[in-house]
Every structure is written in structure tokens, then in C-alpha cells.
């Protein structure tokens, strides 16, 4: 385990954060769950038929003494989900419609958050992204200032840790959406316990190319700026002018960043998609994520492909983000 789950798993203790896994007959998610649960890291809250998750935990050797299960179609408090739905989408849904919604678990989990009785949610191992991330859009939203979500990477190799944005969302970001993404990453960052140092990246560094998409950068870095000066922060820049020194002394020698940024902002999801898978099978960095930023309350998606130790360690960043 590397030093970033470490320093999450201690930031944890005995805080008692309670994280939805909706996709509780999952093998990989009842295990992980259970292993969270065994190392008193969080309570694991399971969702499904009470019966049937007992039953898959004891065929798995899986206590579940120190978890809670909600079954949505015999939830005693769906009365007051339903009232706190109808009233949070505000006309979009009856009564009727809501009882019918949140018997899914996805959106019965996401009430749970929603109304604090609980701290987060991971799911996605069955699931697509679209059915994890809609009721977080429509119930929990985005925070106040934030217009879109995004999706982080955290890589990590050794001791090494960078932030690559955004890798799991936006497809093409305007330049207000990239300064945003670039400021809800730097806060990311920070809960890592890195100090951040934001590049913003493009095809070109400090005006060597112009073009719309350059330009969009240089935009994106002017509004960043103008949000928030504190954060530390620059661009536009080629990737080696963010990271290698020599190459920032020549290309960008003004530059708060000289080639040590270690948050790189990623002008295209084309471009952070492919980014992020080259420095992991190239690189041999560890991808960690997605992790969905910008949200009131922590959400995050899982890969379908993922196996129990990607849901453990998303469930840990998930409870962190709860903190």
C-alpha cells in the first residue's frame, strides 16, 4: 500500500464515515466492503435484499457484524426519501415517480448521502457512469460556484504523486469550465496531501503556436488567476515545459512553474484520456480513479473491469472526500 492510501487510512481513524455501496452481491464489492469494515476504516452501508446479502457475504467468508443493510423496497424511512426527492427535483417528479426512482439503488444510495445518512457513495462495478453519476447530477449537484463535474487521476509511482485533469467527464471544455476544473483539482491535490502546482498544458508554451485552442488555454489561465490568486498556478505550456526544469528555463523563464508542477490540467478529454493511459502503461504509474470532483457530497464511479482492491481504495478516497 503506498504512502497516499496510508495517509488517507490515518486521516480515517476512528472518524466512523459511512460509505453506499449500492452493488452489494458484487464479489469485489462485498469483499473490499468487508475488508473496510475489519479494519474499522468505515461502515460499510449495503444495499439490496437483506437475505440474499447475507447470504453471498457468509459463501464469501465475509462478516458483515460491523456493516448496515438497506433494503430499498422495505426501507422503513422511504416516506421521507420520497418527500426530500420530490421536493429536490422540484416538479420533475410525483410522488408516484419518486416511490418508482428510488427503488433503484443507485438513486435510493444517493438520498442516503443526500440526507446525511451517510457520508459517500462508490459505484459502477455493474453499473455504467451514466447510471452512478446521473443521481449525484440530480440530487447531490455541484457545489456552489461549480458548474460541471470532472474527473481526476491520481498517479502514483513510488513516491512520486501527480494530479491529471480532466480524464472522465468533459469533453470539450471552454475556457471557464478548464479554469474551473483547474481550481476543483488543486483542492483534490491538496486532500493528497500535495501541495499544489497547476499547469495548464497545450500544444504550445507561452504563445509559441497561437490558435483557438491555445488561446482557450491562455483564457483559461487568466480566469483561474482572477478566481483564485492563491493557488499557484500558470500556462499555457507543453508538457516538458511544465515538468522538466532546463526546458522551462528556456521556454517559460518568468514562469511560476519551472518544469515542478505536478497538477497538469489537460485541454480536451481526448487529450487527458489518452494522457493518463500513457504515463500508466508507459510510465508504469498507478492510476487511481476516476475520482469525480465539484460535487456537494462525494460520489465516484468504478470501472465495470475493476477488481476488489481498486474498490477498496476508491472507497477510502471517497470517505476522505467526506471529511
Partial sequence: MSDLFTGLKNKLAGRELKIVFP???????????????????????????????????????????????????HYAGMDELVAAF??????????????????????????????NKADGLVSGATHSTADTVRPALQIIKTKEGVKKTSGVFIMVRGDEKYVFADCAINIAPDSNDLAEIALE??????????????????????G??????????????AEAK??????????????????????????????????????????????????????????GFEAVGPILQGLNRPVNDLSRGCNEEDVYKL???TAAQGL
Fill in 23 to 73: 452493488e452489494s452481491l458484487d464479489e469485489r464489492v462485498l469483499t473490499a466492503a468487508g475488508r473496510l469494515a475489519a479494519e474499522k476504516l468505515v461502515t460499510p452501508v449495503l444495499l439490496g435484499n437483506i437475505d440474499e446479502v447475507q447470504a453471498k457475504a457468509a459463501e464469501l467468508g465475509v462478516s458483515l457484524d460491523a456493516a448496515e443493510i438497506y433494503d430499498p423496497a
Fill in 86 to 115: 420530490v421536493e429536490r427535483r422540484k416538479g420533475k417528479a410525483t410522488e408516484e415517480d419518486a416511490r418508482k426512482i428510488l427503488l433503484d439503488v443507485n438513486y435510493f444510495g444517493t438520498m442516503l448521502v443526500y440526507r
Fill in 185 to 206: 483539482s488543486a483542492k483534490t491535490a491538496a486532500m493528497f496531501d500535495i501541495e499544489p502546482r497547476v499547469a495548464m498544458l497545450s500544444f504550445s508554451t507561452k
Fill in 208 to 221: 509559441s503556436a497561437k490558435s483557438d485552442e491555445t488561446e482557450r488555454v491562455v483564457a483559461a489561465v
Fill in 226 to 283: 482572477r478566481r483564485d490568486p492563491s493557488v499557484v498556478l500558470d500556462g499555457e505550456f507543453q508538457f516538458d515545459a511544465a515538468f522538466v526544469p532546463s526546458v522551462a528555463k528556456s521556454k517559460a523563464p518568468g514562469s511560476v512553474i519551472q518544469g515542478n508542477a505536478n497538477v497538469f490540467i489537460f485541454p480536451s478529454l481526448e487529450a487527458g484520456n489518452i494522457g493518463y493511459k500513457i504515463a500508466q502503461r508507459l510510465g
Fill in 315 to 317: 472507497a477510502l478516497i
